[in-house]
């Protein structure tokens, strides 16, 4: 699931024109009939798509330090529990602490 963020969050990243790369290697594919490579994201294992979901949520509710986004606080996370009715599991907080590092490194 970690190397599914990598790709993916790589891909969603905006380029100086406001497309994202995503955006460019898909026009490079349809021009050229070529896939590259970073347009093939490894899936995420379907035991695991709920925990990418979850993050997503989280992710889409973090604050901004100004200069950059900061890391998803436990404090959040236990707000969004609340909120949904439910406690992740101790492997679940892991993943998505484990993405939330993704996401920032990303930054």
Known sequence: MVEYARASLKLS?????????????????????????????????????HVWEYFCQL??????????????????IIAWERRHGFRLTPFEGECIDALDEVFLSNQ
């Open 13 to 49: 990243t905006k380029q100086d024109d406001g497309h994202t790369l995503e955006w460019h290697l898909n026009v490079i594919y349809e021009q050229s009939g070529e896939m590259p490579p970073e347009l093939d994201v490894p899936p995420i294992p379907h035991e695991l798509v």
């Open 59 to 76: 992710s889409a509710k973090r604050t901004n330090g100004g200069m950059a986004a900061n890391p998803i606080s436990d404090e959040q």
